[in-house]
């Protein structure tokens, strides 16, 4: 625990200034983040006597081991830059919100040719038009199944068009007019565009000069005695007014607004959104966030503007924000979300008429919210706590492993060997920390050997972090193998550059195949983990428990290589699959959990999702390896023009066939390149076409995939099951 006066700062350093302050701890994490209308003024309140602190500040401020701040000029810039450092950092300390489900948006593509109706989730597009978000997929598809009898705007995928329009036969949508079927040119693509536009302004709340419209021609033809179509349009009338009753009217004068409500206890708060556009509910969402620092409703409200807007701009941000209390000062941030939107954004607590009871209708949602968040979390936070309590008592640890990481390895009868890291926090998953490694130290089938290179690679990138950092105290006291100068003696023969980044990833973060390539033994260890900003760093932070898939052997091996690295105050278990069984290190014997334990339950959680991790990466590098093409291997021939070449020609089989002069005939590739491209493909041997085992079909490559292997393909498409022993089990003692 730090005294806040170690680093609290001189009098005068602090400016009296708006600006936003960082706390970090002692491993240059960033902690909490804040901001200011005068930070002279506001970090003075941080280093006064502790016991006038609310509990979670003392916690905060005995944490942390320093802190800094930047000045900005205005408290809107104030206010951006905070939003933006939460979203960098992710401080323990911040209030974050934790959105309980991703919200499916009806969606309008109108970046395409002919814009796609469809239900969509996660991170918004450019150029696409959505509405909502809406509590359920399927209250979409009722309201588009509606629409589509007046605006019969395509639905269906890429590849569904594609086909459509090679075979010149619509969808059944198409048949029963429900689609106005554009992909065999039944509608040219700017009535498309404007059949689009108008289903677009429907569901944006312009409905009542649409419906008028509609009853005007449906009066017309019923005069003219085209009774037929005067009945169509009846039936259409009746559609989009069963449409709209789906969302009733709550605010009369047609408002767009966004309704923000708050319900929270000490510990915790619920966040309930309204989104009301042209006076109807036209979607509802809602978070809730452990109060982890003390905090007012007005500050609630303000982090969940940021968090609501905070990626948004133009219309998603409403005219009108109701809250029920106001942030402050409540000028910074309606000045904020009037630039977001590019015009004015009334920011107000309502206070009577039908806004403030919609506002209670809200509120009652938020308390609903809450009870049931600590309903579920209450029995969720004590199984995981008797879980971890559990494998403590178990494995004669000192106390419960708060951090645990789970290795395996996975391959496929010895090719494509891999490894997979996941790490559980506090009994919850953290996947921004996983990590996958390849096993580049030697070749063949040995999962003992390919334990310990994972192990030692990891953990010598936390030595050289505890070296970098100072926490070794002379660099020549480290073990052999973990100097930050270089990488001598991993003590896994052939290990290739354990510290490159390239070789160890998150699930996003993969390299190319080449820079693993590159790497050789003499390569210096790469230890710039992080910059000084405090982003979280990759291998960092050790594990208090180190759980390996499989049993002695696996076990022997990871605590053979942390022995090497001189690492003794790190636990070390494996879970043997066949039995369930825990083995630890110099035991003959092993720990037998009961089958209802919740400790052991936890372990095979962690287990598993560390197979599955390990599976998937090792299925994406067999997939990648099958779609190789005598293509990937021409100088210069980019992914672009592969695919042009493709497209041109139709397939790999019709392209090796093709002459120089017919080569060039496809756009940006000239005679240097056609050359290279035909000699490319004449040293290649043509591929064993693949067969459908179930059928006994020849699978042909006409349909335009860039190669395969002459491996036999099963019904399912996948060249090997899931079920096979070796990609099951790459670990089994």
């Not at 789906?246 to 309204?274: M, W």
Request: with cysteine; glycine share 8%.
């Amino acid at each position: 625990m730090a005294d806040p006066s170690s680093y609290r700062p001189r009098p005068g350093e602090i400016p009296d200034s708006p600006g936003v302050y960082r706390f970090r701890d002692e491993h240059r994490r960033v902690i909490y983040v804040g901001k200011a209308k005068s930070l002279r003024q506001r970090l003075a309140n941080y280093f006064q006597d502790l016991a006038h602190l609310h509990p979670r500040t003392r916690s905060m401020v005995t944490t942390a081991a320093s802190v800094e701040w930047t000045v900005v000029s205005t408290e809107v810039e104030a206010l951006q830059l905070e939003y933006s450092w939460i979203k960098e950092y992710d401080p323990r300390f911040n209030v974050k919100y934790r959105d309980d489900k991703s919200y499916p948006y009806l969606a309008v593509t109108m970046n395409e040719e002919f814009p796609r109706v469809q239900v969509m989730r996660g991170h918004k597009k450019k150029g696409v038009r959505y509405f909502g978000p809406y509590g359920h997929a399927w209250a979409i598809r009722d309201t588009v199944d509606l629409l589509l009898r007046v605006f019969p705007v395509r639905t269906c995928s890429a590849g569904v068009f594609r086909n459509a329009a090679r075979t010149g036969r619509p969808c059944l949508l198409g048949y029963i007019d429900k689609c106005s079927a554009p992909c065999v040119d039944r509608i040219t693509p700017e009535d498309h565009r404007a059949l689009a536009e108008e289903f677009c302004d429907f569901m944006a709340g312009r409905t009542g000069a649409y419906l008028r419209r509609l009853e005007k021609r449906m009066t017309e033809a019923a005069e003219e005695m085209e009774y037929e179509r005067a009945a169509r349009l009846r039936d259409d009338i009746g559609a989009l007014r069963k449409a709209m009753e789906k969302s009733a009217v709550v605010l009369a004068d047609a408002t767009d607004a966004d309704l923000i409500a708050v319900a929270e206890d000490e510990l915790e708060a619920a966040v309930q959104i309204f989104h009301v556009r042209g006076g109807r509910v036209r979607g509802q969402r809602g978070w809730v966030t452990d109060k982890v620092e003390e905090i007012t409703t007005g500050a609630l409200v303000e982090h969940a503007l940021q968090q609501l807007y905070g990626e948004e701009s133009g219309d998603a941000v409403p005219k009108e924000v109701l809250v029920p209390a106001l942030p402050e000062p409540a000028e910074p941030v309606q000045e904020w979300l009037t630039g977001r939107r590019g015009s004015v954004v009334s920011l107000r607590v309502p206070q009577r008429g039908d806004k403030k009871a919609l506002m209670e209708t809200v509120q009652r949602n938020a308390q609903q919210a809450l009870v049931l968040h600590k309903t579920k979390r209450a029995s969720d936070l004590t199984t995981r706590s008797r879980a971890l309590e559990e494998i403590a008592d178990a494995l004669g640890l000192d106390s419960a492993p708060l951090r645990i990481e789970c290795y395996d390895i996975s391959h496929l009868q010895g090719d494509d060997v891999v490894a997979s890291m996941v790490v559980f926090e506090d009994g919850l998953a953290r996947k921004s920390e996983y990590r996958r490694f390849q096993i580049k130290g030697f070749s063949g089938q040995d999962d003992v050997r390919s334990m310990h290179e994972v192990i030692t690679r990891r953990f010598r990138r936390y030595l050289a972090e505890k070296e970098r950092t100072g926490e070794w105290v002379d660099g020549d006291d480290l073990p052999e193998g973990a100097s930050g100068s270089g990488v001598p003696g991993s003590g896994a023969p052939g290990d290739t550059a354990a510290g490159t980044p390239a070789e160890e990833s998150g699930p996003g973060g993969d390299r190319t195949e080449d820079s693993r390539a590159d790497a050789s033994a003499d390569t210096p260890l790469d230890i710039s983990l992080t910059d000084e900003d405090g982003r979280p760093r990759r291998f960092a932070y050790p594990p208090q428990l180190v759980v390996v898939d499989g049993g002695r052997p696996q076990v022997a091996a990871a605590r053979r290589a942390l022995d090497e690295l001189g690492i003794d105050d790190i636990a070390v278990c494996g879970l043997a699959k066949r039995l369930e069984e825990v083995w630890l290190p110099h035991e003959d014997d092993p720990v037998v959990l009961p089958r209802t334990s919740e400790g052991l339950y936890l372990l095979q959680r962690v287990r598993d999702e560390a197979h599955r991790f390990a599976i998937t990466y090792q299925r994406g590098k067999r997939a990648k390896r099958f779609r190789s093409s005598p293509l990937d291997d021409v100088p210069g021939l980019g992914e672009t023009r592969k695919q042009a070449l493709i497209k041109h020609f139709g397939s790999l089989k019709r392209l090796r066939s093709a002459t120089i002069d017919q080569i060039r005939e496809v756009p940006g590739i000239g005679r240097k390149t056609a050359e290279t491209v035909a000699a490319a493909l004449a040293r290649a041997t043509p591929a064993t076409p693949a067969v459908n085992t179930a059928t006994g079909e020849i699978m042909e490559d006409d349909d335009g995939v860039l190669g395969t292997t002459g491996t036999t393909t099963e019904a399912s498409g996948e060249s090997v099951s899931a079920g096979t022993p070796d990609e099951r089990r790459g670990q089994e003692p």
